[in-house]
């Protein structure tokens, strides 16, 4: 065991879903004593059996002594934190979030905590809940803070220690960047996913649909993926990260018109320049 | 070796790139003689190399005792076959294709050879050329036949003998049913998809798009994945599917801006219903 850095020997974890759980395998392995803060009963029983945190409870106090609190909770609950969940915070730690829209998230929490640091570690797997935590998950993944005026510079230094441990890219923007940023490229895939989903599922004859299904292939597996997501999450992103997302949704409603009207008016040379472009621009994106 | 059915004895493919070769090296293992046409020599070379037929040559004269002729070519020359490729030809050989739009090819076809079964193997990886043909690839994929009218019965019996015999899911439905299936599932998620690429590649600061390339990950990799694909290849699925690829792309406009209504009304409960239906949808679809 490696000896953790001063504040980070205690750390609380309000939540140990996928991220919340992952935080805690990693951060044990790093030295730190872990204390996770669960909904139920039963989710803190099966965190102590799966080792995601050396104190995993329901009894808030269990926070008293951490220096740092990652909150690893659901949009929603970060963006209207309930009374409980800011009491239960220790006035001297340091908080960061985990949440995946920063800029409602860091003008909420600026005026609950001094030492509220705005995360979110760009990294997950399909899996939620309890069982979902695994180690290494955010090992050479983004991890994106979006300070403000009001972010304290020492606390923010310390969240920025705890991504470099985690093996994370630390990547520090502005909160409507960085919400804009996810909105294009995490946020509008899911609902161009879903109304793919939609466009197959709805108003087709019931032959064609049959056939559709027999011929589905992994292309299509590919481009519905993000659409089958949680409609929770789904929901949240939309809700919470509406002008960036209402935004992205309306350049895309522009780039698909003009593509069909390409097509429509027979305009090849066009068309091929086009799946050109979006070639080249993806080898750019993902390289 | 199997010993192969009789009018499998002699198998002509015209075109060794990832479907004729894969053909090749499969019904060479089945027993059959192979002998592929090439349109350059170094390409010949290159397929004896590789083994992708016993004979492989740009003299259309091997394919004079062929009893079956697959036209393994790219869309646009199997719907606008040049005169050359017609005469090389036997008069008395099955002949069958593997383009992936079936109405405009039949039509065309049926006029041209009285032995001609319209076929769509739906299999593929995202190599191409002559390096690409691979053993197995056929194997509990679907082969869709589109008879018409005009087709041949025994014609038709023996391509189907050869779908089974690569161990491929017959399905047999009339062309433009297939076209549609195809429009849907196949063809309008490459358009979907590289609107998506166009909509962040356009238009967008350049320090927002440094952003989200460091932010972009599997969700944006997925969804992006078949709109990079050959630009050729999707402007002749755009000609040649042309109809039911702009029906399918009115659908999918329709159902994208519902979903960006919902949004920007902030009508919750129904996108999460849509959100629900959509997840429901794909795992109906790919169960």
Redesign the interface.
Known sequence: MESSPKDLNHVGIVGLGLIGGSLGLDLQSLGCRVYGLTHRESTAQRAKERGLAQVASTDPNILLNCSVVILALPLSQLVKPSKELINILPANAIITDVGSVKAPITKVWNKIHPLFVPSHP?A?TSNAGIEAGERNLFKN??W?TTPSKETNQTALSTIHELAHLLGS?L?S?DAE??D???A???H?????????????????PP??LE???????S???????????N??L??DL??YN?EA??Q?????????????SL??N?Q?DQ??S?????????????E
């Open positions: 760009m997950g993944r983004p994106v890219q990547v923007v960047m960085h804009q940023a996810v294009l490229i995490s509008l895939p899911i609902f161009i996913s879903a109304a793919l989903l939609k466009t197959v599922g709805e108003g087709q032959s064609l056939l559709a299904k027999t011929v589905a292939s292309g299509f597996a590919d481009t519905t993926r993000i659409g089958a997501g409609p929770n789904g929901v939309a809700k509406h997302l209402v992205a949704l309306s350049s895309y409603c522009l780039s698909i018109r003009e593509l069909k097509i429509e027979n090849w068309l091929q086009t799946l050109k472009e979006s070639k080249l621009s993806r080898s750019d994106f993902l």
